[in-house]
Each structure stands twice: as structure tokens, then as C-alpha cells.
């Protein structure tokens, strides 16, 4: 047994304090109730013998005085008190005690649930703020990204401008060593033995008809000595040609150390000068679209970065991207693009392009009359760069609305969109200039040698020493493709496809394409930058000459027997001579029968690359290639491009040549991608197909007509006096049908003018003579009426001031025709020769100067006007005793000419003359200005001011008094005496002729064709242009012409004579012209 514990002191000590520490918190409490409510509880608690326990005794004393908790316990654990309690209080406890237990479980309950939805608010608020803390974050990180990317973009752009302005200070710089240091400047050399090889090369500048015809200076060419001699090494020369070829190599080499060490120098200061000026590069808004780009140049593919602004647009190529470095440097030298800008405003047309098969490209045409090329990542990024340019669609010249929709057209839209189609049926544009339509909507590029325009062969005769072109024998059969031509070599192309046996590959007849970029570079191997170019494909070194293109007829007979060699011709051979010349002197080894390859051997019939390109186009330009050139369209870009028609036609490539054969984005193994890619390059591309249905032929040349049976009119149409008497030395015929009023605009040399009234409805009365009648008002059906202010005014009237000039002009200068120009509507008459060195601008309306243009500091001599439009601006050049040209920009919706500001200025100067400049002719077209000036040269200049060449004149041809240009290209120059000279733009003289009369004009036909000059025998004369062939002769006339013009539909000649009279002829140049240029 365990003994029960003793009482103690401490143990007392311990259960008071227990008590105290339990109840002292409710003792208080139960004596304020037992007080408040002693009556009521003093009649409920009462003891065994019915006495008030609260009242008798110590009860209320106890609970009223004392503080103690253990009196307290003890007073109600007395045995009265618990029968009192437990027999009155026992139940109504137990139910508290229940109801309290109750009450503590719903409590607890309660406090759980809000706990809980406590918790679960503030885990929502937690995770709110953990969220939007991860937001903010986030946009602290964006922010910074944007921040450092909007820095890194405005670093780049400063970069690229400090690069652009390096390479445009740099250009600038040989621009202007150029202009000193030529033999028309001031440091120009004149002694032959110290004259250096000139090396040029093919402007990238291209006409309306897409041809590229201009050669520049190529201050970086050479005649690649370094591949002449490796190639000798390796194809195994004579050992002469190798020691020549390693002479020729360590000169040039010398020459290149020294012009390198000048060269360099000079580079280091220019970039210490870019570098330590502050350079203020406005952007004019903010970066809209930025992206990675490739430019897209030929031989080149050069990645980089598009940045687009609200009106510019600039690239920057990557200099540290890998794939710049393996750029061949040779190669790179000739991309002018590598640190772009260009102005919206210069953007004249955009097309979506391939790249690679893939449609990621875009290719734009600028003001300049260039193109650049940009391939994208994805299609995307192209669609969002064509939102960010400028809504020009793809230009005016294909009747097509110049939307952005346009832009993003594929190839077949495009053909079904435009209306050249309908024009080339209607013979309104030439089958060259149709084709070249056709090339440029389906992707065809001169940026992408992959992707170049491909033409036809055309001839079949190239070994005969004449050639008929009215036989069809000699020309090509365009139904069918070049394989297969030669049945033979048909049947062997056929074969291979009918035993085609291959899981993966489709079966192809044709291995090899018509249209490489190594193709386009062996026909281009004479012209840099393709020489260049070639080299680089090559490993540097020429080619076999045995494979190089040597011989027209032995590459035509390559197309018909060889079994790789099925490919057809480029744009180039029906307008660039110089492909045929090795002008830079390349030394291109020797043929297997010891013959030197140098010019390429032209076909007999041909005296000269001039003649060959001319009968070329001439063929393509026949009725023969007319009526049957929709077939060949349809091998190349239509039905019979794929699927069964074109393996009936045996016109079936290999796969990997047509679009969509291959989607680049789903292969993500970079080697599989890298070699098909190449694959690609090297096999050649097929056009987009532009149509599912056969193409519509050409309508016939042969339109019958009632005009078929009328005899031919009388040379002389009509004589116009005037009243003055006074010699005519200028004459415009501004009659476009579209003007409000066609008008004849004559100026005499009494400085008097007239607006002479043109009948556009005007038809010859010349009738078959059974049907010859006189008409009933003949006066109604005169071509030409005369000015009526002048037929209104006699000569002492105050009006006829209307029609004149003034009396400044200088007493030096004597008047002649290109003392004046108009504008092509007639409304303003611009002319020089003022004692003050200026040329003016008059209202024809009112004769009042409408313009004082100031710029030269000697008297204005000559005054010529670009071809352009009704509404389009036009170049206005101006010829001075200062021995300058100036050129300005006539702006049509002003109808003034404008500078930078306010005042007028010129967009370049022009120099190089020693006297003063006599002559000029200005084409916008081809960008040239041609000047001649009093015993000195004939200079070529560009429109932006650069001198080309100087036009060597045949020994005893001096002075150039007239000169006037064709589209076609070709300079005819009359000097004094009668001597006229005529020039390709590339400054080949092609023929001269001394003519009996003193010239006093000269005029070309709109095509170039034909020239018709007059003089002091008042002959007009008509002669072909090419070689100054003399056709015909006008009846003469009763005294000099002083000046010559054509009307618009090239029907009438207009004759100025000295007499003051006009004389109208007919002019009918298919007479003289079969089918070239004419009669399509």
C-alpha cells in the first residue's frame, strides 16, 4: 500500500495557490451576482430545515466582504450549501454545462470555417501577390530588354550612319579625284605613254525596258592576272603563256601594293574624321519594324539587319556573322548596298520574291533605277515588312492598282491582274519588253544569278555569211523545248524518263536547267562584276577555255548535241554588244587547236557584236518568233511547265528545280538543309508558273483596211506662212491626243513665238483615185492651223507683245533650235542666250516670265529637255560659255524648276569642257547627258554628275553643233560642215559620213531607227541611224531649214525654214522599216 501524503506547509502552500490561480477570475464574478441578486436566490437557496442559507449566517457577509478564494470554496462546499445547490441549481446546470458544450463545438466549428476561409483569402492575396510581384518583374525585365534593345538598335543605326557616311565620304572623295584627275580635269594627263589600262564595268542602272546598257569606271578592276596564270598552271599552257601570265601577275600585284598603301592611308584619316565628329542622325520616328534580313545581291547572299522608320528604310550587313566571311572580297567590292538608306520616296515598286524556292523574299525598285533584293526568315516577317513600306503595289507600268496587296500577289495573280498580256496582243509593246514582263512577275532577278531572266534562242543559222530573216528556216522552232530540238537527243531524254526507276526521286528527262547561275556567268565572262564573280565560283582561277563561252554557232551546236547542255539565252543578247568584247583585256587562255579565246567569234553574218545584237533583236522581233512565241512561253512560264503536258513536251527538270518541291521549314537537320539548299543553287530554279491554260497567241501584223488600198500620200502636206518673216529656228510638236489642246510651238529668230493649233483628227484626203473627192471645207481638214493672236495682231499692234520674248538676249550669241525648250503640254516656253547669264521660263499664254533661273557664270548657250510624260517631272540641262552643264528638276505639279530651297539650284554640275558648250542632249531614261562645246570633245555624264567618256571624233570632225540620243542608245553627232558621227553610249564609234550641206539640224525617230537631218540646201533627208545608210530624200525646200520636229504618232515631219514658213511632211517610217520596233 502506498502511504497517503502528509500534509505539509509547502504542500498546503501549493493547493491554495492552485486555487487561487483557478478561481480567481470567477470569484468575483459569483459574488457580484450573489449580492445583485440576493432577494431573488436567498428564497431558492435554503437549507435542510428551510432556513435562507444567503441571508442567516455568514453567507452574504462572506460574499460581500471577503476577498478570499478558500473562505469562498469553503463556504460553498459546505454540506448545507451542495444539497441546497445540488438539489435546486443541479439540473439547470447540467443543461448549461450541455448548452455550453453545444455552444463550444458550434463555436469551434465556426472558428475552424473562418479560419479556413481566412486561410484560403489569404492564400489567394499571397498568391495575388505573387503574382503580380512575377508581373512586375516581368515588366521590370521587359522594360530593360526594350530599353537595352532600343539602345543597342539606336547604336547600330549610329553605327551604319557612321559606315554609310565613311562609304559615301569615301565615294564622294574618288568622285572628286575622278573629276581632277581624268584627262579632262584639272590634273588630267595627256601623254599616251603614261595612260593606264581603263577598266570598266556594267552599271546596274536599267531603262524602261529593264536593260542594263551603261558601262562605268571601275576604279577596282584588273585584268586578273592571279587567275590567268592559275589557270595556265593548272590546265596546262605553252610554258611562254605561263612565264606571260606570272609577268603580268607580279606587276600587277606591284601596282596593287603601292595604289593599296595610298589608298589606305587616305581611308585612316577619312575614319578619323567621321569618328570624332558628332554625327546628328535624325531617324524622323521611331524604329517600326527591325528584323534579320539577308541582301540578296548578285553573288552574293549577305546576312544583316532591316531597320524600317515611318520614311526610311535601312540595312546593315553583319560583319561578324560567319557567312559574311567566306564572301569572296573580289566579289563583295562591287555590292554597293552593304550599308543601305533609302527614302520611301525613292521606292517605286515592290514584288514578293523566292528565295530558294521559298517565297521569304522581297525586291524593291527604287528612283534610281536600281533594284535591291531582302530575304526573310519566314513568310510572315516579309508580309510585315510590305505593311511598313510605302503603297506603291508593283508600280504604274503593268495597269495593276498600287496596293500593298499587290506587293504580296503571287505570279499567277499578277498575269491575271496586269494587261500587258492584252498589249502585247495588240502589238503595243514589243515581244522583248513582254518578256521581260513575264521574267519579272515570275520571280526572274537580275539580283539572284539563280534566278535570271531567260530568254529564248531565237536563230538556228549562225555559219551562213548572209542571213535572211524572211526565211523560216532560220529560225528555232519555240514549240518545243532546247533538249528537244534534236530528235535524237530527244529520244535519248525520253528514254531516261520512261526507265526511270528511283523510290524518292521522280523521274526527269533533263538533269542539268536552262538557266544557272554558272550559265549566266559563262555568257557574262567579259563584263565585270561577272568576271568577278566567275572567278569566285571557280576557285579563282578562268575555266578550261574549251568550256568558256567562246563561239556563238559552238554554243548553239553545244545546245543540240551535248546531253548536260540544255540551257537558253539571257536578256543580254539582244541589247548588250559588249558581252561579245573583252574590253578589259583578260587573258582567257587557249582553244585545243591553239587559237587564243579573247572576243567572242561572231556568226559571219555579223560584222560587229553592234551587228549581231541588232539582227538578234531583229529576229526576235519577227513575225516568225511573233506568231509562235506563246508556245515557248508556255514550256517556260505556263501549262506545259509541269504535270502532263510538259512530259508530252519533254519539258520535265529535275524536281528540286520547281517551287514547292521542298518545304525548307519542316527539316530541322542542318546538314540535310545545307545540302539541298546547295542543291538547289547549283541545279538552277524553275519561273514561277504564271499559267494553267495555253497562252492566247499575237494577232497578226496583216490588219486589212480600207488605208491598204489608198495610194500614198503626197510627200508635202502643207505650207504655213507667218507673217514675220522670220527665220523659224525652233519648232516643238507637243499633239498627245490626251493634251486639252495639241499645239505646234514655234520661235523665230526675232524672238517672237507662236502656239500653232494641231488637228489630232486630222487624216490624210489622198483617196484611191476611183474614189477621189475634194472635200467640201478643206480648210477643216488642214493638219495645222496658225497661232490666232498672230492672225489677230498686225505687226504695229500692242497684242502681238504676247507673243514675244523681250530684247535681252546677248548680241553674241547667235539663236538657234536648242536655244529653246517647252514643256510637253505647250503651257511654258523655256529659253537662254540673256546677256545676264540666266534662261527663263515664259507663259505661252501670256509671254510673261514666269522664272528667272540663275547658275551659270557665262551666257546659257543651249538648252535641252528629258523625254518624260504629260504629268511627270522631267531634267532640264543647260549648256554655258563657262564651259559647264548644269542639270535642274523641272517640277510638273509647280511648274517650276526647284532646288533644295526657295531658290533654284542644280542637281549637278557637269565639267570637263575647255570652251563654250554648244550642244546638249539629256535622256532621263538611260541617265546620260551628252555635251559637246566649240573645237572640243563630245563628253558623256551621267545625271549625277560623274564624266563617263569623251567621244573620240574622226580626224577633221570638230566643233559639235547639234547632238541628239536614242533610247536604243545610240549618239549621233553633228559637227561642223556637215560631218556626222554616230556613237553607241559606251563610246564605240560606229559609222561617220562627211555630207555635202551645212547641217543645221538633226532629229532621231522615237525608236532610234532612223535620223532626219536638214540644212542650208533646205533638203530633209532621212538615214538609218545604225550606219548612216541615206534612204531618202524630201523634196526640197524653197530656202534653209533651221529646224526639224516630229509629231506624237510619228506621221508628220515639221520643217522650220528660214523663209518663216513651216512645211508639213508625210512620213511613213514602215516603209523603210519592216518589222523592228514598228510593226509588231
Known amino acids: 500500500n502506498v502511504p497517503l501524503p502528509v500534509p505539509t506547509p509547502s504542500r498546503e502552500a501549493s493547493l491554495t495557490q492552485k486555487l487561487e490561480t483557478a478561481l480567481g477570475s470567477v470569484c468575483p464574478l459569483l459574488r457580484e451576482i450573489m449580492v445583485d441578486f440576493a432577494p431573488f ?267 524600317i522608320t515611318s520614311t526610311e528604310l535601312y540595312f546593315e550587313v553583319d560583319e561578324d556573322d560567319p557567312e559574311f566571311k567566306r564572301i569572296d572580297p573580289e566579289v563583295l567590292k562591287y555590292c554597293d548596298h552593304l550599308h543601305g538608306k533609302w527614302y520611301f520616296s525613292e521606292v517605286r515598286a515592290i514584288f514578293s520574291r523566292r528565295y530558294l524556292l521559298q517565297n521569304v523574299a522581297i525586291e524593291i525598285f527604287l528612283a534610281s533605277r536600281t533594284s535591291i533584293m531582302f530575304a526573310f526568315p519566314d513568310q510572315p516577317t516579309v508580309k510585315r515588312v510590305i505593311k511598313a513600306l510605302p503603297r506603291v503595289g508593283v508600280g504604274i507600268k503593268y495597269g495593276i492598282p498600287q496596293t500593298r496587296r499587290a506587293s504580296m500577289m503571287s505570279a499567277r495573280q499578277l498575269m491575271r491582274n496586269s494587261n500587258m498580256t492584252q498589249k502585247w496582243q495588240r502589238r503595243e509593246i514589243s515581244n522583248f519588253e513582254y518578256l521581260m514582263f513575264l521574267n519579272t512577275i515570275a520571280g526572274r532577278t537580275y539580283n539572284d544569278l539563280n534566278q535570271y531572266p531567260v530568254f529564248p534562242w531565237v536563230l538556228t543559222n549562225y555559219e551562213s555569211k548572209e542571213l535572211d530573216l524572211s526565211l523560216p528556216s532560220n529560225y528555232r522552232d519555240l514549240s518545243k523545248p532546247i533538249g528537244a530540238l534534236n530528235p535524237s537527243r530527244r529520244a535519248y531524254f525520253e528514254d531516261r524518263y520512261n526507265s526511270w526507276e528511283h523510290e524518292s526521286i521522280p523521274p526527269f528527262h533533263y538533269g542539268t536547267h536552262y538557266s544557272t547561275a554558272a550559265f549566266v556567268l559563262n555568257w557574262l565572262i567579259r563584263v565585270e562584276p561577272f568576271t568577278s564573280m566567275f572567278l569566285a565560283l571557280q576557285g579563282g582561277k578562268f575555266d578550261n577555255p574549251n568550256r568558256l563561252f567562246s563561239s556563238v554557232a559552238l554554243s548553239w551546236k553545244n545546245c543540240q548535241r551535248d546531253t548536260s547542255d540544255v540551257k537558253e539565252l539571257i536578256p543580254e543578247f539582244f541589247f548588250l554588244p559588249e558581252m561579245m568584247m573583252n574590253l578589259n583585256r583578260y587573258r582567257l587562255g587557249q582553244l585545243e587547236d591553239g587559237t587564243a579565246v579573247g572576243n567572242v567569234e561572231l556568226p559571219p553574218w555579223a560584222s560587229s557584236p553592234e551587228e549581231f545584237i541588232r539582227i538578234n533583236r531583229m529576229a526576235l522581233e519577227s513575225e516568225f518568233v511573233s506568231c509562235q512565241l506563246h508556245q515557248w512561253i508556255d514550256l517556260i512560264f505556263g501549262y506545259k511547265q509541269r504535270g502532263p503536258e510538259a512530259v508530252r513536251a519533254s519539258n520535265v527538270f529535275y524536281y528540286l528545280t520547281y517551287e514547292g518541291s521542298v518545304d525548307m521549314d519542316v527539316i530541322t537537320d542542318v546538314v540535310m538543309k545545307e545540302a539541298i539548299e546547295n542543291q538547289i543553287r547549283n541545279f538552277g530554279q524553275t519561273p514561277s508558273q504564271l499559267l494553267m491554260e495555253p497562252h492566247p497567241p499575237r494577232s497578226s501584223a496583216m490588219h486589212l483596211s480600207p488605208m491598204m488600198f489608198s495610194t500614198v500620200p503626197d510627200d508635202v502636206c502643207m505650207t504655213m506662212k507667218f507673217p514675220s518673216n522670220s527665220p523659224i529656228v525652233h519648232i516643238s510638236a507637243n499633239t498627245y491626243p490626251q493634251l486639252p489642246m495639241p499645239s505646234i510651238v514655234t520661235v523665230t529668230t526675232n524672238q517672237q513665238f507662236a502656239l500653232n493649233r494641231w488637228n489630232t483628227n486630222y487624216a490624210a484626203s489622198v483617196q484611191s483615185p476611183s474614189y477621189a473627192e475634194t472635200p467640201q471645207n478643206q480648210s477643216n481638214n488642214l493638219p495645222l492651223s496658225m497661232d490666232p493672236v498672230l492672225l489677230q495682231t498686225g505687226n504695229n499692234n500692242v497684242s502681238a507683245l504676247r507673243r514675244h520674248l523681250g530684247d535681252n538676249f546677248s548680241q553674241k550669241l547667235r539663236i538657234r533650235l536648242n536655244c529653246f525648250v517647252t514643256t510637253v503640254d505647250s503651257r511654258f516656253l523655256v529659253a537662254c542666250g540673256f546677256w545676264d547669264n540666266s534662261f527663263r521660263v515664259f507663259s505661252t499664254e501670256t509671254a510673261k516670265i514666269v522664272q528667272i533661273v540663275f547658275g551659270h557664270y557665262g551666257v546659257v548657250t543651249c538648252l535641252s529637255r528629258s523625254e518624260c510624260n504629260i504629268t511627270s517631272d522631267c531634267y532640264i540641262a543647260s549648256g554655258s560659255a563657262d564651259c559647264t552643264v548644269l542639270l535642274w528638276h523641272w517640277n510638273a505639279r509647280s511648274q517650276t524648276i526647284v532646288g533644295e530651297g526657295e531658290v533654284p539650284t542644280p542637281r549637278a554640275t557637269l565639267t570637263g569642257h575647255e570652251q563654250p558648250v554648244t550642244a546638249v542632249v539629256i535622256s532621263a531614261e538611260l541617265g546620260l547627258v551628252v555635251s559637246g562645246s566649240i573645237a572640243g570633245p563630245v563628253l558623256v555624264h551621267t545625271t549625277f554628275g560623274d564624266l563617263l567618256r569623251c567621244l573620240e571624233a574622226p580626224l577633221g570632225f570638230i566643233s559639235p553643233e547639234n547632238i541628239a540620243m536614242s533610247r536604243e542608245g545610240v549618239i549621233v553627232v553633228n559637227y561642223e560642215r556637215g560631218n556626222i558621227a554616230a556613237f553607241t553610249i559606251n563610246g564605240k564609234r560606229l559609222r561617220h559620213e562627211s555630207h555635202n550641206d551645212n547641217l543645221q539640224c538633226l532629229l532621231l525617230s522615237r525608236d532610234g531607227e532612223y535620223l532626219m537631218t536638214a540644212g542650208d540646201k533646205g533638203i530633209v533627208e532621212v538615214w538609218r541611224t545604225f550606219n548612216l545608210a541615206l534612204l531618202y530624200a524630201f523634196p526640197s525646200c524653197d530656202s534653209s531649214v533651221r529646224s526639224l520636229a516630229l509629231t506624237h504618232d510619228q506621221k508628220f515631219l515639221l520643217a522650220g525654214l528660214a523663209t518663216g514658213s513651216i512645211v508639213l511632211f508625210h512620213i511613213d517610217f514602215n516603209r523603210w522599216h519592216h518589222e523592228f520596233q514598228q510593226r509588231y
Open 41 to 307: 436566490l436567498s428564497k431558492t437557496l435554503v437549507g435542510s430545515h428551510g432556513q435562507e442559507l444567503l441571508m442567516e449566517g455568514k453567507g452574504l457577509t462572506t460574499f460581500k466582504n471577503s476577498h478570499s478564494v478558500v473562505e469562498l470554496v469553503m463556504l460553498l462546499c459546505s454540506q448545507e450549501w451542495q444539497n441546497s445547490l445540488q438539489k435546486h441549481a443541479g439540473l439547470a446546470f447540467i443543461e448549461l454545462i450541455n448548452e455550453g458544450r453545444l455552444l463550444s463545438h458550434a463555436m469551434k466549428d465556426h472558428i475552424v470555417r473562418v479560419a479556413n476561409e481566412a486561410e484560403f483569402i489569404l492564400n489567394r492575396m499571397r498568391a495575388d501577390d505573387v503574382l503580380k510581384h512575377a508581373d512586375f518583374e516581368s515588366q521590370c525585365a521587359q522594360t530593360l530588354l526594350d530599353r537595352r534593345e532600343e539602345e543597342r538598335m539606336c547604336d547600330h543605326l549610329i553605327t551604319a550612319a557612321r559606315r554609310r557616311d565613311n562609304v559615301i565620304a569615301g565615294r564622294l572623295l574618288e568622285k572628286v579625284c575622278n573629276i581632277l584627275s581624268n584627262k579632262h580635269g584639272a590634273w588630267g594627263y595627256t601623254d599616251p605613254a603614261t595612260a593606264k589600262l581603263e577598266f570598266w564595268k556594267l552599271d546596274a542602272w536599267e531603262d524602261d525596258a529593264r536593260r542594263r546598257k551603261r558601262f562605268v569606271h571601275n576604279p577596282r578592276g584588273s585584268s586578273h592576272p592571279q587567275a590567268t596564270l592559275k589557270a595556265a598552271l593548272e590546265h596546262g599552257a605553252p610554258e611562254d603563256a605561263i612565264m606571260q601570265a606570272r609577268e603580268e601577275f607580279h606587276a600587277q600585284l606591284a601596282s596593287s601594293h603601292m595604289q593599296q598603301s595610298q589608298s589606305s592611308d587616305l581611308m585612316d584619316d577619312s575614319e578619323l574624321l567621321t569618328d570624332d565628329r558628332d554625327l546628328d542622325v535624325d531617324l524622323t520616328g521611331p524604329v517600326n519594324i527591325s528584323t534579320k534580313a539577308r541582301l540578296v545581291a548578285p553573288g552574293i547572299v549577305a546576312p544583316g539587319m532591316m531597320s
